[in-house]
């Protein structure tokens, strides 16, 4: 009996215990069963080496800079290349499509189920601004589990994709345009940025979008005619910028109808585009705001009021 037991323990042993790393793994494989596999070591982690967090700045520096390019004009083999391929390229995150090279919808397979908790996070920003440290505390935690050091890179891909639906703001002030040192205090201090989303590709928004896109004349900031201008910056940075180009004795002057007046009022002190043009505006002309979904009666005269008093802007300033 003595001999059958010593021989049995090892036996009972080997079959049948983990070791404590399996033990963890397999939780961790439960509690993140949703997470994205990345295979790259170097960045696919939550505290970055100084060495890595610059090539990982580099490589959204590129994202912003050249998104039309192939390999967003990356050359040779240098890390940022390497993290470009093994997140943004094995995702579908950056494809050729259409002609041109461009941020889109990620491909089918594990990475959905980030793309739409991004999603998710984006529709809930609708009415009231979210916090990029919030994005990111769901994106890290299960099921997911994306790493700290690669979240940035799939957030601004995302931003991107929606770029003329997406309002980033910086302790509060409405940032029109992504810029280097922009990405680089959003990269060291997440906490003070956040975002909003317009909701406005498509329903009665969108087609105010349209209307107004040509009574005003934007054209598309790429010149291509696949590339649409109907956007909720691309109409306040149009009419933004035409009130800031007049000359001050214009901006000051009393001499305008009572709508162009109030109109010209909340152009010069704009600080959320989407609440300056389908609030503000339409107020300013004597309508009632515009919804984010349902119908809007008064589209046309939308159209046709701000159209006449930016023609009176403008008129001003030849007389």
Known sequence: PTEKKRSFLPVEETDTRLTASQVVSKIADTWYHAAPKIRNDLINRHELSPQLARFRRMLVEAMIRAPDEEFLGIEGNRPDKTLYRTTLEA?????????????TKPKKGTFTKTWDAIQQQFNEATT??????QIYAQLT?????????VAPVFLIAAILVHADQIALYEHGTFKPRLTDDLIERLLRNPQNFALKHFASRTGTRAQILISLTKRLGI?????????SAASV???VSHLVAAVNAVPPHIQRTAHLTPRAYAVRKQLLEATEPDELIFKAIPVALGLDPVPARGTYPQKIAL?????KVFDEINDAYLI
């Open 219 to 227: 054209k598309s900031p790429t010149g291509r005619r696949a590339d």
């Open 303 to 307: 159209t046709k009021r701000l159209g």
């Open 141 to 149: 935690a299960p099921p997911l589990g994306i790493r700290a050091g």
């Open 233 to 235: 910056l691309g109409v």
């Open 128 to 133: 009231n601004r979210i916090q990029i440290d």
């Open 91 to 103: 995702f579908g995150l950056h494809q050729f499509k259409s002609g041109a090279w461009k941020f």
